[in-house]
Structure formats: structure tokens, C-alpha cells
């Protein structure tokens, strides 16, 4: 978690606090910059959130071209002045903001405490600037400080440096967590994420694992912590800033929501070269591995696999994987994960790949760890998603698992070229459908304000949908912090009906598909109980309205379609139940976008 922005040019205080704003959903805890001002290294940092801390630093008023700052997810320290970043030597002389997590920081800790050094927060970051003053004392120049402090620290860290000796440039260095580099006509910058740097320049470059970099006006200088000279590879990100900004809409959810239909015909031009390549990878067993919602995508298509190619794909939580999956030579692995730098997944790919998988990574950011580790990637084209909730991510992500499932059918002489084309061509005409959905989606509002002030409820479904619902299901409790569960329906009987009683609320994920009449059934029981009864059906389906206490239709499409146009009522249930109980959609509490710690 945490976000980082460092900047080399005019005014650069405040571009400093728009490029936090843009990171704050990284982690909006505490925040902090440091700059050099007058030859001086200035530092300011406080508990909260940014635009508070903005309002009462005001950035615009102090005179710099340089600095750092950092927006925090607490892992080690409880989000405080002291704890939040930048952290400083003993000297006041060199700051460093961090984002990762360190894992043999207490016995470094005891080394410089015992050396005479004096800590101020109960942060694993501080040790960092620490390494690099003694770097300094004996003679090593901040790069080499920076590469020697990184040698002896286990764990992730994307981190960027300043010190008021090296007044205009910033060391940065990475490892597992992500850090981009931009070059702009006006600056050099760094950042967590892509998104921040947009606004300043498209050319970006990702730091890669164990490099160091040198960043000063125009150009950057990159080696391996090992001092092996690396040339820098910038790429083109053509992603628009005003795309990452709310534009006009309340929350970036819901502005996120309304793009689900622009981003899935987007990646349905995904070029045909990429899919065919990973369709040709999946050879031996392949597993499909996720996080949260990303997971629920493997979920949805493991499914799609079986029911349309007679194909088991096996989806594995990617924080599970390791302790789960251990026949992987010769095997796949699809990693799945919108920011391409989830800790969980990440993992899971390297071990998979340690073990001799060939890994194909799925994945909305194409310069991310994820991309670089895979043997053969897709990129989504859900562009920026800002709000916690992964909205247009999940369906960008199935969008092109489905392809994928496609091509494969076609490679492995699965599915006959009659019966592609037609799936193909209702493929195509999803994001149409879902646009029709999307408009509609504020018919949910009554029917949010209904059920808002329930405690708990249960999302339903069979088949492929049990994805749907488990997708549902995390999208109401992450965002209105209301107890929800998804499970196949199948499942009630073996325990959780015994919670069912007046007016316990369930929702049903029920089109028209092969399990509809199993899912009718399960819904009896549970009104049998005196549950509500909130259900998606298919348009005209009249028995199902007449049983459900409330209804949303979606329009009729092949059954490995479903799990697209039903998850939008369920994205705007959660937002709308998330909005009437007054909270932020997109900043829900303890949560952040990029989940980069294990
Ligand atoms: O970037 P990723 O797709 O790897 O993220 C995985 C999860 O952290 C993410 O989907 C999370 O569950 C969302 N907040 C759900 O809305």
C-alpha cells in the first residue's frame, strides 16, 4: 500500500500534493512531503487524510523545485505524525518515503540504535534513511548509499530519496513494490502508479526489481543494485489524465461504472496476436489465480471453460496458492489482477514459475511487476480505475477471459468455427446490452433505500453466477460495511439457513440459464424462512417477479454472459446502500486499491 510522488520542477510543493491526491486511494491514513527549500531540507507530515493536511501546509506558499511525498497505509505503526513518512536521518539531512514492507528491519533497527542512531517513529521505513547516512559517512555517493542500504534490507520497497547535498536529483529504488518514472517537457517525476504521473507526461518507464535509479531534469539514470548499468525503457501510455478525474459524476464508482461499456469494447479489440499466443501457452494443467474481485473473474470463467469447452480450469485464491497447488512443471498459471502489483498474486506467479508453470498474467496496467513476470500477458483496457471497488476491472476481466476461452476452443479444435462465430458475435454485442443496464441502474436506488439499514444478507446463486453473487456480495460489504455472503444456493441447506428468519434479506442472482429451475427452488426455501427476496432475472421472466419481493431484469444473453450484465445491479446495489448510509464509495475504511503487502 502507500503512495509515493517525487518531482524535479517548478512549483514543486504543489504538484506534489496533486500527485498524493491522485495516489489517495493507495492509502489516506497520514501524509507527508519533504522538499529543498533555500538549500534546506523542509519536512511536513501529519495524521489524515490530504486535503486537510493541504489546506493547513498550504504547499503553494513554500519555494521548491524538488521533494518527495507520501500518502500511508499503516502496516508497521499506528497512522500518527511520528509514523507518518517521509522519514529522516540523524541529520535532518536526507528524507525517504517507502512504500512495502520490511522484514529484517528490527535487527537492522537494533545495529543502528546500538551504533548511537536515534529513531523518531516506530516505522520499519526508518531504518532506511538511517542505512544511508552511514552510506554517506563513509564516502558513498547517495546512488551508492541508496544500492548498500537496499543489499542489507530484506523485503519489498519501492522507495525515493532526497538529501539536501544532492539538491537536484532523487534516488529511487524498487523492489516488489511498484515505482514509475515520467519525463516530461517540464519535470521528471515518480510515482506508485501510472495515473499520478499523467497529468506531467505520457513517456513512463517502471522501475524493475533491485534497480536504482538517479532522476534529475530530463533525463534518469538507471543501474542494478549491483552497479550494473541498465539503459532506461520508456513506453508511451496513451491513457488521457482527464480519463483518471470524476467528470461531473459524484464518485469515481460510479463514473467507473458508467465506463464499463467504452471499457469492455476496448478490450474487445484486444489484438488478436496477444490472445493467441496465450491461448497457445495453456498447456498441462492450468489454474486461474486472483485476488478479491479479480478472483471472482477466475471464478466466472472456470466455469465458462467447463460448460463451453468441457474444459477444468482450476481457480485458486492467489493468497492460498503456495500452500494449495504444488503440481506445477510443465503446467499454467493465469494470473489475474487489474493493477498487475497485488502482493498475493504476485507471489503466487513466482512461485509458480519457480516450480517450472509457464505464467500468462491478465492484467489492466501494462507496465506493472505482473506483466514483467508473466511469459506472455493481456492487457485489459478498463483504463484508470480510481475507486477502491474494482467495477470495471471485473468486467474488462471477463470480457477478456472469454475471448481467451474462444480462442482456445478454436486452437484446441473444442469449439466448432460455426459456433465461435456466434458466441464471438454475442460477445461483441454485451457492451451494448450492459450500456442498456447501466441506464436503468438507478431504478436499484428504492430498492437500496429498502434494505439499507439491514445487518446482513446472503447473495445466491448456481452455476457460473456463484461468481456473480460472491462479486455482489464482496462489493456490498467492502463498501457499506454491511455482513454479506455469497455461496452457491445449493449450499443453504448444509448450514447457512439456520440465520434465516423474518426479513432476512437474500439476494438472488436468477436468469433465465440451466439452473434456473434449482435456483427457484432455493429461493422457496429461504421465503418459506421469511426472507426478502431481492432477485436479477431475466427480462419478462414473470414467474420469478411474482416470487421475489423485488426485481432488476437483465436482458438475455448466453449463459457465459450472464455474470457481465447481472454484476451491474449488484455494483449499483452496493453503491447506492454505501451512499444512503452516508459513507464514501470510493474510500471505504481499512482498504486501499493496490493491495501490495502479503
Ligand atoms: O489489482 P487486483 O485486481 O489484483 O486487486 C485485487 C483485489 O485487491 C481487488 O479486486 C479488491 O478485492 C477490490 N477492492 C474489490 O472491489
Known amino acids: ?97 517507502h512504500n512495502g514492507v520490511l522484514e529484517n528491519f528490527l535487527e537492522i533497527k537494533e545495529g543502528l540504535l546500538k551504533r548511537g542512531h536515534r529513531f523518531a517513529s516506530n516505522t520499519d521505513t526508518e531504518v532506511i534513511p538511517h542505512l544511508i547516512e552511514e552510506g554517506i559517512r563513509d564516502g558513498l555517493s547517495l546512488k551508492s ?29 524498487k523492489r516488489e513494490s511498484p515505482l514509475a518514472i515520467g519525463i516530461g517537457k517540464k519535470g521528471a517525476y515518480c510515482a506508485s502508479d501510472v495515473p499520478a504521473l499523467l497529468p506531467y507526461t505520457d513517456m513512463i518507464m517502471q522501475l524493475q526489481d533491485d534497480q536504482v535509479a538517479v532522476i534529475s531534469r530530463g533525463q534518469v539514470a538507471v543501474e542494478t543494485i549491483a552497479g550494473k548499468p541498465v539503459k532506461p525503457r520508456f513506453i508511451k501510455i496513451e ?93 499454467t498459471v493465469i494470473g489475474v489482477s487489474q493493477s498487475g502489483e497485488t502482493a498475493d498474486t504476485l507471489s503466487a506467479l513466482r512461485y509458480a514459475k519457480s516450480r517450472g508453470a509457464k505464467v500468462i498474467g491478465i492484467t489492466n496496467t501494462l507496465a506493472s511487476s505482473i506483466t ?40 484446441a479444435g473444442r469449439l466448432p468455427e460455426g459456433v465461435a462465430s456466434g458466441l464471438l458475435a454475442s460477445l461483441n454485442g454485451v457492451p451494448s446490452l450492459a450500456e442498456g443496464v447501466i441506464r436503468r441502474s438507478e431504478g436499484i436506488r428504492p ?22 453473487a460472491m462479486e455482489g456480495a464482496l462489493k456490498l460489504k467492502e463498501l457499506s460495511y454491511m455482513h454479506a455472503e455469497g455461496y452457491p444456493a445449493g449450499e443453504s441447506k448444509h448450514g447457512p439457513i439456520s440465520l434465516v428468519e ?21 429461493m422457496m426455501e429461504m421465503k418459506a424462512r421469511g426472507a426478502r427476496i431481492f432477485a436479477v432475472v431475466t427480462e419478462g421472466d414473470d414467474e420469478l417477479k411474482s416470487i421475489a419481493d423485488d426485481t432488476f431484469e437483465v436482458p438475455p444473453v448466453p449463459e457465459f454472459l450472464n455474470p457481465v450484465v447481472c454484476t451491474i445491479p449488484l455494483q449499483a446495489f452496493a453503491y447506492y446502500v454505501a451512499v444512503l448510509r452516508g459513507l464514501d464509495p470510493d474510500k471505504p475504511r481499512n482498504l486501499a486499491k493496490s493491495v501490495t503487502v502479503l
Open 372 to 411: 514483467s513476470l508473466s511469459d506472455t500477458y493481456i492487457c485489459t483496457q478498463g483504463g484508470p480505475e480510481i475507486g477502491v471497488a474494482a467495477t470495471k476491472t471485473f468486467l474488462t476481466q471477463l470480457i477478456a477471459l472469454d475471448q481467451l476461452m474462444l480462442r482456445a476452443g478454436l486452437n
Open 502 to 522: 423474518g426479513d432476512f434479506l437474500c439476494v438472488f442472482v436468477a436468469p433465465r440459464d440451466s439452473s434456473r429451475g434449482r435456483v427457484i427452488g432455493n
Open 239 to 331: 491513457w488521457e489524465a482527464g480519463v483518471a478525474e470524476k467528470g461531473g459524476y459524484p464518485h469515481f464508482m460510479l463514473k467507473e461504472m458508467h465506463e464499463q461499456p467504452i471499457a469492455m469494447r476496448s478490450t474487445l479489440k484486444l489484438p488478436h496476436g496477444f490472445l493467441d499466443r496465450a491461448s497457445r501457452m495453456m498447456e498441462g494443467r492450468v489454474y486461474l489465480t486472483g485476488s478479491g474481485t479479480s478472483y471472482h473473474a477466475c471464478l466466472a470463467s472456470s466455469y465458462a471453460f467447463s460448460k463451453m469447452l468441457c474444459m477444468d480450469i482450476r481457480p485458486v485464491y492467489s493468497s492460498e496458492f503456495q500452500d494449495l497447488v504444488c503440481d506445477l512443471e510443465g503446467n
Open 1 to 97: 500500500m502507500c503512495g509515493i510522488f517525487g518531482c524535479i520542477c517548478s512549483s514543486a510543493p504543489r504538484v506534489i500534493a496533486d500527485g498524493l491526491k491522485r495516489l489517495e486511494y493507495r492509502g489516506y491514513d497520514s501524509v507527508g512531503i519533504a522538499v529543498i527549500s533555500g538549500g534546506r531540507l523542509l519536512l511536513e507530515k501529519d495524521k489524515g487524510m490530504i486535503d486537510p493536511f493541504v489546506r493547513r501546509v498550504d504547499p503553494s506558499r513554500i519555494s521548491a523545485e524538488i521533494g518527495i511525498g507520501h500518502t500511508r497505509w499503516a502496516t508497521h505503526g499506528a497512522p500518527c505524525k511520528e509514523n507518518a513518512h517521509p522519514h529522516l536521518d540523524c541529520t535532518g539531512t536526507i528524507a525517504v518515503a
Open 447 to 468: 430498492i437500496a433505500q429498502k434494505y439499507s439499514s439491514r445487518r446482513s444478507a446472503y447473495f445466491l446463486a448456481r452455476g457460473i453466477n456463484v461468481a456473480t
Open 145 to 173: 548509499a541508496t544500492a548498500r542500504a537496499a543489499k542489507m534490507i530484506k523485503g519489498a520497497m519501492a522507495i525515493a530519496v532526497l538529501s539536501s547535498a544532492l539538491p537536484d536529483s532523487i534516488v529511487c529504488m
